[in-house]
């Protein structure tokens, strides 16, 4: 993974500042697309609203820079994964995913930048085709639809937002801090302060309800549903500890018929065939077109098979000492070890080689997927959550064990809560497994109060220097690790530099 654009913070805010007088930046505030170029047909909504599923997943140039490594994807698996304990970073690099391992954040750092930058770009996006089609006198089923996918796209974004750069919603006072700054509509002054956390959530929740009821037309596992905005109207709701709500949405998910769980049969293959399986509720379709290769697939930080990838990100020994309790678990499938001729664990910088595949091998490519944004077995957990909190412990194993049920642990599945642990315990050591890489695990950490604990040696210790690695004795356990708080401010994100210098209304964070 190498960086190709290398900008220290002082070089960085000089290039901003003389920017400005010169032209404007091209930043989300200032970023608007007028609705008059658009042509307000059904054709052209529909290909301005694939345009923005699109930008998903598409390097798009920031600030008039093209960087290969600048994709949403990339930058939110970076800024989630990264920061939490199933992922060890096996080697330093300028890769600013270094900043995510370390949190060592800076309002200037590149993929917190270009995250905030192309989200705003999408939410601009759908507020172009929102705008337009709330013009109408009438509207066709397919502009319902279009629209439903439009406030769900800006739901997605905001949401995915202000959970890196805010507070959750349990962790501070919401009525009072601040979350991000709500874009409602494409015709917005540029100038304008965040949302509270609160009216942030509102906001989305709004956006999910609204999408709900507009979407009526199946337009394949790569858009949006009603039932995709379901299943995130669950997840919100369990982010704010409203555990009634996220049951009930997480019910109309699984009670809908639409999805079944894969089995322990069809599971190893799932990720790469994400498109056409029925755990599946909403998928980023990726194409071989789309194949961004070694110096920007999401795929390339985690995996190599010697051609392709950097793989420098490995399974943590943390999560694959949980897993090892069950080694039968088919799970276990997407934990690649790369072994030498003798048969012994390859060390890369005195790290053991555990390649993540979650997201390769569609099409045979091992460096191409569809990422999983919502799927089935997130329904069951999120509700396996909710009823440990309410302290219906029966249920909430039932759920748990109909994932395992699916995993290939049948002969180990829960009878009641194993001695030591608690019900909430065992749900969040399911969520661990089961969700492992998706973007869920810091989040997870950090909704429930629980300190991020990387106990085991990596490069996410700041003071570790290659030099100071002896290979034949690899540094142990006696290496201080690194645990963080999960209240310490640190698990935000900076607001971005560009942001900051050019909307005086917007505040940075502590």
């Given at each position: 993974?190498?960086?190709?654009?290398?900008?220290?913070?002082?070089?960085?805010?000089?290039?901003?500042?003389?920017?400005?007088?010169?032209?404007?930046?091209?930043?989300?505030?200032?970023?608007?697309?007028?609705?008059?170029?658009?042509?307000?047909?059904?054709?052209?909504?529909?290909?301005?609203?694939?345009g923005n599923y699109a930008l998903l997943k598409d390097n798009v140039a920031f600030n008039g820079v093209q960087n290969q490594n600048d994709m949403y994807l990339r930058q939110y698996?970076?800024?989630?994964?990264?920061?939490g304990d199933n992922i060890v970073c096996a080697n330093r690099t300028e890769d600013p995913l270094y900043y995510s391992f370390t949190y060592t954040h800076s309002p200037a750092q590149?993929?917190?930048?270009?995250?905030?930058?192309?989200?705003?770009?999408?939410?601009?996006?759908?507020?172009?085709?929102?705008?337009?089609?709330?013009?109408?006198?009438?509207?066709?089923?397919?502009?319902?639809?279009?629209?439903?996918?439009?406030?769900?796209?800006?739901?997605?974004?905001?949401?995915?937002?202000?959970?890196?750069?805010?507070?959750?919603?349990?962790?501070?006072?919401?009525?009072?801090?601040?979350?991000?700054?709500?874009?409602?509509?494409?015709?917005?002054?540029?100038?304008?302060?965040?949302?509270?956390?609160?009216?942030?959530?509102?906001?989305?929740?709004?956006?999910?309800?609204?999408?709900?009821?507009?979407?009526?037309?199946?337009?394949?596992?790569?858009?949006?549903?009603?039932?995709?905005?379901?299943?995130m109207l669950s997840r919100v709701y369990l982010y704010m500890n409203q555990y009634d709500s996220c049951i009930d949405y997480a019910d109309s998910v699984i009670n809908s018929g639409?999805?079944?769980?894969?089995?322990?049969?069809?599971?190893?293959?799932?990720?790469?065939?994400?498109?056409?399986?029925?755990?599946?509720?909403?998928?980023?379709?990726?194409?071989?077109?789309?194949?961004?290769?070694?110096?920007?697939?999401?795929?390339?930080?985690?995996?190599?098979?010697?051609?392709?990838?950097?793989?420098?990100?490995?399974?943590?020994?943390?999560?694959?000492?949980?897993?090892?309790?069950?080694?039968?678990?088919?799970?276990?499938?997407?934990?690649?070890?790369?072994?030498?001729?003798?048969?012994?664990?390859?060390?890369?910088?005195?790290?053991?080689?555990?390649?993540?595949?979650?997201?390769?091998?569609?099409?045979?490519?091992?460096?191409?997927?569809?990422?999983?944004?919502?799927?089935?077995?997130?329904?069951?957990?999120?509700?396996?959550?909710?009823?440990?909190?309410?302290?219906?412990?029966?249920?909430?194993?039932?759920?748990?064990?109909?994932?395992?049920?699916?995993?290939?642990?049948?002969?180990?599945?829960?009878?009641?809560?194993?001695?030591?642990?608690?019900?909430?315990?065992?749900?969040?050591?399911?969520?661990?497994?089961?969700?492992?890489?998706?973007?869920?695990?810091?989040?997870?950490?950090?909704?429930?109060?629980?300190?991020?604990?990387?106990?085991?040696?990596?490069?996410?210790?700041?003071?570790?220097?290659?030099?100071?690695?002896?290979?034949?004795?690899?540094?142990?356990?006696?290496?201080?690790?690194?645990?963080?708080?999960?209240?310490?401010?640190?698990?935000?994100?900076?607001?971005?530099?560009?942001?900051?210098?050019?909307?005086?209304?917007?505040?940075?964070?502590?």
């Amino acid at each position: 993974m190498k960086k190709f654009i290398n900008l220290n913070l002082i070089g960085l805010l000089a290039l901003i500042i003389m920017s400005q007088s010169c032209r404007k930046m091209n930043v989300a505030p200032t970023d608007q697309m007028s609705t008059s170029s658009i042509a307000s047909s059904s054709g052209a909504l529909l290909d301005v609203t694939n345009g923005n599923y699109a930008l998903l997943k598409d390097n798009v140039a920031f600030n008039g820079v093209q960087n290969q490594n600048d994709m949403y994807l990339r930058q939110y698996f970076q800024m989630s994964n990264f920061a939490g304990d199933n992922i060890v970073c096996a080697n330093r690099t300028e890769d600013p995913l270094y900043y995510s391992f370390t949190y060592t954040h800076s309002p200037a750092q590149e993929n917190a930048r270009y995250f905030w930058y192309i989200s705003y770009k999408i939410i601009n996006g759908a507020n172009t085709v929102i705008d337009i089609i709330k013009a109408k006198g009438s509207k066709t089923a397919l502009e319902d639809q279009l629209e439903g996918e439009s406030y769900f796209l800006r739901a997605f974004c905001d949401f995915n937002m202000v959970r890196f750069f805010a507070p959750l919603y349990d962790c501070c006072d919401p009525t009072t801090t601040p979350g991000i700054i709500l874009r409602e509509s494409a015709q917005v002054t540029p100038a304008k302060a965040r949302a509270t956390v609160k009216d942030t959530y509102d906001f989305i929740i709004s956006d999910l309800k609204k999408s709900a009821s507009l979407m009526n037309q199946d337009r394949g596992k790569q858009y949006a549903s009603k039932y995709a905005a379901w299943a995130m109207l669950s997840r919100v709701y369990l982010y704010m500890n409203q555990y009634d709500s996220c049951i009930d949405y997480a019910d109309s998910v699984i009670n809908s018929g639409k999805y079944s769980l894969e089995t322990s049969a069809s599971y190893p293959t799932y990720f790469a065939n994400a498109l056409s399986r029925p755990e599946t509720i909403w998928a980023v379709a990726f194409t071989q077109a789309d194949n961004a290769g070694k110096f920007g697939s999401i795929a390339s930080m985690l995996y190599s098979d010697g051609n392709s990838g950097w793989g420098e990100e490995f399974a943590s020994s943390s999560i694959r000492d949980l897993m090892s309790q069950h080694l039968e678990d088919v799970r276990w499938d997407y934990i690649d070890t790369l072994t030498d001729a003798n048969g012994n664990i390859v060390l890369k910088n005195g790290i053991q080689t555990f390649y993540i595949t979650k997201f390769s091998f569609q099409d045979g490519f091992p460096d191409l997927s569809s990422p999983v944004m919502f799927r089935l077995s997130e329904m069951y957990l999120n509700r396996a959550e909710s009823y440990a909190h309410l302290g219906k412990t029966a249920e909430a194993l039932a759920d748990v064990n109909m994932i395992r049920q699916n995993r290939g642990l049948g002969d180990a599945l829960y009878t009641d809560v194993p001695s030591g642990e608690t019900i909430l315990d065992v749900v969040l050591n399911e969520r661990r497994i089961e969700l492992a890489f998706e973007g869920h695990r810091i989040f997870d950490l950090l909704r429930n109060h629980l300190d991020i604990v990387r106990d085991y040696w990596g490069y996410h210790i700041t003071n570790l220097n290659a030099a100071d690695i002896n290979l034949s004795n690899p540094p142990s356990m006696s290496t201080p690790n690194v645990t963080i708080p999960w209240n310490s401010t640190k698990v935000q994100y900076y607001i971005p530099v560009d942001e900051i210098l050019t909307n005086p209304l917007c505040t940075q964070n502590p």
